[in-house]
Nanobody
Framework: QLQLVESGGGLVQPGGSLRLSCAASGFSLDHYALAWFRQSPGKWREGVASISARGVSTDYVDSVKGRFTISKDNAENTVYLQMDSLRPEDTAVYFC???????????????????????WGRGTQVTVSS
């Protein structure tokens, strides 16, 4: 069974940091681009960060640039999202997703191409509040 399992969410004060992890089981991330999406109540799901399968290219939504960093460890079969300088508006359920194929070796799918992502995790809650 192909699975992605997120962890690392929780409650943090504004200005704080969290590191989310997304571990793959049943398959290798070597040939997958990875992305983090988030969704808060009453809002559409949005792409936050993505990384190509070879790890050579990343993309971020404007609101997190300079604060969030995505990384991929093929040896650990895990993708990470380091989140610094967190704001209340970052509160959401965070999902990781994987897109298979050589098309994504050097550039991940755009955030609007959600259909390219084949495997999704169930999400982890991040709450930023004082």
């Amino acid at each position: 069974q192909l699975q992605l399992v997120e962890s690392g969410g929780g409650l943090v004060q504004p200005g704080g940091s969290l590191r989310l992890s997304c571990a793959a089981s049943g398959f290798s991330l070597d040939h997958y681009a990875l992305a983090w999406f988030r969704q808060s109540p009453g809002k559409w799901r949005e792409g936050v960060a993505s990384i190509s399968a070879r790890g050579v290219s990343t993309d971020y939504v404007d609101s997190v640039k300079g604060r969030f960093t995505i990384s991929k460890d093929n040896a650990e079969n895990t993708v990470y999202l380091q989140m610094d300088s967190l704001r209340p508006e970052d509160t959401a359920v965070y999902f990781c997703a994987a897109a298979y194929g050589s098309s994504w070796y050097y550039q991940p799918p755009t955030f609007t191409d959600e259909s390219e992502y084949d495997i999704w995790g169930r999400g982890t809650q991040v709450t930023v509040s004082s």
